[in-house]
C-alpha cells in the first residue's frame, strides 16, 4: 500500500503532499528529503524509509526529473519496479496535460494536479496506470467545468 507521496524540489521545497496515513507529516517531508537529496543520480531509485517513516518496513521510491523529485513511500508489499512505473505514468500524464510540466504548473495548478493523482492513487491504491484513461478522464472533467454555467444572481 502506498503511504504518502510527495513531490518536492532540489532545495526541499514541498510542491505535492498527499498522505494516505497520518503521521507527523513536515518531520517526514524534512527526512525524506534529506535521505533522497544526499543520494548520487546514478545510484538506485529505492532506500529504506527513515526512523520516521517506519524503518524497514517502509520503502522510498522515488524519481528525480530535472527540478524535482517524485518520492512515493510504500510498505514492502508493494512491488519496487511497480512503483517506478506508476511514478513515470504519473509525470508523463502531468506532461499530456500540462505540455512540458514544471515546477510553476505544480504550484499554479495544484487542485488539478490533485485531480491527476486522485485518478492515478486514491487511498493508498493504485486505480489506474493506463494514461490514456488517465487523461481521458481529466479532459471529460475539463469539457465538464467549461460546460457549467454560473448561476445569475437577481
Known amino acids: 500500500m502506498i503511504q504518502a507521496i ?26 525524506t528529503f534529506h535521505l533522497v537529496l544526499k543520494r548520487d543520480d546514478n545510484i538506485c531509485n ?12 517502509y520503502k522510498l521510491i522515488y524519481r528525480h526529473y530535472a527540478t524535482l ?13 511497480g512503483i517506478l512505473d506508476l511514478i513515470q505514468v504519473f509525470v508523463e500524464t502531468l506532461d499530456k496535460c500540462f505540455e ?16 491527476i493523482l486522485q485518478e492515478v492513487v486514491m487511498g493508498g491504491m493504485v486505480l489506474e ?14 469539457r465538464l467545468e467549461k460546460s457549467e454555467v454560473t448561476p445569475r444572481w437577481a
Open 100 to 115: 512540458n510540466v514544471c515546477e510553476l504548473d505544480l504550484i499554479f495548478h495544484m487542485d488539478k494536479v490533485h485531480y
Open 46 to 57: 529505492f532506500l529504506e524509509g527513515g526512523s520516521l517513516i517506519g524503518g524497514s518496513d
Open 129 to 142: 496506470t493506463n494514461m490514456n484513461e488517465i487523461v481521458a478522464q481529466i479532459e471529460a472533467q475539463n
Open 69 to 81: 523529485y517524485f518520492v512515493f513511500c510504500v510498505d514492502s508489499s508493494e512491488s519496487e519496479l
Open 6 to 31: 510527495l513531490v518536492f524540489n532540489n532545495h526541499g521545497k514541498p510542491r505535492l503532499v498527499r498522505f494516505y496515513q497520518q503521521e507527523i507529516q513536515q518531520q517526514i517531508v524534512r527526512e
